[in-house]
């Protein structure tokens, strides 16, 4: 399959292309992305659910870039996972939408998104998926394997090998049918070797049983647990806390890679209980967090001053509602799937489903309450340019076609 057939050629607008470097084209690329913005997916690319609107995911991540979204549950046109290609500009509507081998809740290696890992624990390359489809084959299995797992790559520094890659999962016991999503909390680390065109695990801690440490205080079963995109930190709610009521909390994993304990510091309290909480990428102050409760998507700045700050992305539609937890790209937009009504003009409406894409930087109360307490926010706003430079920056690194 050429690189033509691979990606419809949509290059300018997907902003993959050299651009002239006149001054008002330097203007576009610095200019703001929308506030709030919402990509709708078409009913005859992904098939209809029961209520006659194009079918979302039940549970689905977003790549680093924002380019791809991985989607379980994807309903009888697409098979149980596919993988979903957005556009760079709001302007243009979903892309492309790609069959997977993978079953349902696989899931990505947080950070990297360098491999897709199916609940055996076969992992699969990114780009093998998205040129061979269903034909991909995996490279290797490993890992923590099951319902409720998530991974993410770790920076190599500090290991025994550094060239290898450090892969840290995490998942809980299934349980039966009343406890499923529930139990007691475990962590794998494994170190893989990729030749290009194999790879191998040879290393591996095993399955660990973790925040045993805990138990006075947060007892010993958790629910709705999600790893950082570094690996460093996770979030999850105690059931049955000694002191207090169930709430998200967020605690610290080892920073290195095999070779120590996870004490599960805690880190963060949200003193309520959303849906899963995921984590944007470090490196920024503020450190956020997102999730959904209610339909809604909500996002907080970690920052002492606005810890007990939870602002909600705006509504520019009618009756928004979001379909599944949320997801962070590098360069700090929020992405998730949702439904929503477009009325035309009064009294017409029409129901639309998709993705809607959030420029936190712009959220009004969030740029009220760090006025208020004197803090800098990260950036005004998230660009064009950055987009365009994600996106770039992601598809060289995995040899993907622009």
Same mark, same amino acid.
């Given at each position: 399959?050429?690189?033509?057939?691979?990606?419809?050629?949509?290059?300018?607008?997907?902003?993959?292309?050299?651009?002239?470097?006149?001054?008002?084209?330097?203007?576009?690329?610095?200019?703001?992305?929308?506030? %709030?913005?919402?990509?709708?997916?078409?009913?005859?690319?992904?098939?209809?659910?029961?209520?006659? @609107?194009?079918?979302? *995911?039940?549970?689905?991540?977003?790549?680093?870039?924002?380019?791809? %979204?991985?989607?379980?549950?994807?309903?009888?046109?697409?098979?149980?996972?596919?993988?979903?290609?957005?556009? =760079?500009?709001?302007?243009?509507? %979903?892309?492309?939408?790609?069959?997977?081998?993978?079953?349902?809740? =696989?899931?990505?290696?947080?950070?990297?998104?360098?491999?897709?890992?199916?609940?055996?624990?076969?992992?699969?390359?990114?780009?093998?998926?998205?040129?061979?489809?269903?034909?991909?084959?995996?490279?290797?299995?490993?890992?923590?394997?099951?319902?409720?797992?998530?991974?993410?790559?770790?920076?190599?520094? *500090?290991?025994?090998?550094?060239?290898?890659?450090?892969?840290?999962?995490?998942?809980?016991?299934?349980?039966?049918? &009343?406890?499923?999503?529930?139990?007691? $909390?475990?962590?794998?680390?494994?170190?893989?070797?990729?030749?290009?065109?194999?790879?191998? @695990?040879?290393?591996?801690?095993?399955?660990?049983?973790?925040?045993?440490?805990?138990?006075?205080?947060?007892?010993?079963?958790?629910? $709705?647990?999600?790893?950082? @995109?570094?690996?460093?930190?996770?979030? =999850?709610?105690?059931?049955?806390?000694?002191?207090?009521?169930? &709430?998200?909390?967020?605690?610290?994993?080892?920073?290195?890679?095999?070779?120590?304990?996870?004490?599960?510091?805690?880190?963060?309290?949200? /003193?309520?209980?959303?849906?899963?909480?995921?984590?944007?990428?470090?490196?920024?102050?503020?450190?956020?967090?997102?999730?959904?409760?209610?339909?809604?998507?909500?996002?907080?700045?970690?920052?002492? =001053?606005?810890?007990?700050?939870?602002?909600?992305?705006?509504?520019?539609?009618?009756? %928004?509602?979001?379909?599944?937890?949320?997801?962070?790209?590098?360069?700090?937009?929020?992405?998730?799937?949702?439904?929503?009504?477009?009325?035309?003009?009064?009294?017409?409406?029409?129901?639309? &489903?998709?993705?809607?894409?959030?420029?936190?930087?712009?959220?009004?109360?969030?740029?009220? /309450?760090?006025?208020?307490?004197?803090?800098?926010?990260?950036?005004?706003?998230?660009? $064009?340019?950055?987009?365009?430079?994600?996106?770039?920056?992601?598809?060289?690194?995995?040899?993907?076609?622009?």
């Amino acid at each position: 399959m050429s690189s033509r057939d691979f990606f419809p050629a949509i290059l300018l607008l997907a902003g993959l292309t050299s651009w002239p470097c006149g001054a008002a084209d330097r203007t576009e690329a610095s200019a703001c992305i929308p506030a %709030v913005s919402y990509l709708a997916l078409d009913g005859a690319m992904v098939g209809l659910d029961s209520n006659g @609107v194009p079918a979302l *995911g039940t549970y689905e991540r977003i790549s680093p870039d924002g380019r791809f %979204v991985l989607r379980s549950y994807s309903g009888a046109q697409l098979g149980q996972v596919s993988l979903v290609e957005l556009p =760079a500009d709001s302007a243009t509507a %979903v892309r492309r939408v790609f069959r997977t081998p993978l079953s349902n809740e =696989a899931f990505p290696v947080q950070g990297s998104w360098r491999y897709l890992v199916d609940v055996d624990g076969r992992h699969f390359r990114l780009r093998d998926v998205l040129r061979l489809e269903q034909k991909a084959s995996p490279l290797f299995q490993g890992g923590m394997r099951g319902f409720y797992a998530a991974a993410s790559e770790l920076d190599p520094g *500090g290991a025994a090998d550094p060239a290898l890659i450090w892969i840290r999962s995490m998942s809980w016991p299934q349980g039966d049918r &009343s406890g499923q999503g529930t139990g007691p $909390l475990q962590v794998r680390t494994i170190g893989v070797r990729d030749f290009g065109d194999k790879a191998e @695990v040879v290393a591996d801690t095993g399955p660990q049983f973790i925040c045993g440490t805990r138990q006075a205080t947060d007892g010993g079963v958790y629910t $709705l647990p999600m790893i950082s @995109v570094d690996g460093k930190e996770f979030s =999850a709610i105690p059931i049955n806390p000694r002191a207090g009521r169930p &709430s998200m909390r967020v605690y610290g994993l080892s920073p290195a890679v095999p070779g120590e304990q996870h004490a599960c510091d805690l880190r963060m309290d949200l /003193q309520a209980s959303p849906g899963k909480a995921v984590f944007a990428f470090g490196g920024r102050p503020s450190a956020m967090l997102a999730y959904t409760d209610n339909a809604s998507v909500y996002f907080v700045d970690r920052r002492a =001053a606005l810890q007990d700050q939870v602002f909600r992305i705006d509504d520019e539609r009618t009756q %928004v509602l979001a379909s599944a937890f949320p997801g962070f790209t590098t360069d700090g937009r929020i992405v998730f799937g949702a439904s929503w009504k477009d009325c035309l003009a009064k009294g017409t409406c029409v129901n639309r &489903s998709g993705y809607v894409v959030a420029d936190p930087y712009q959220n009004a109360d969030y740029r009220q /309450q760090l006025q208020r307490f004197g803090l800098r926010a990260d950036k005004a706003c998230i660009t $064009l340019a950055d987009v365009r430079s994600e996106r770039q920056r992601f598809a060289d690194a995995w040899g993907l076609p622009r």
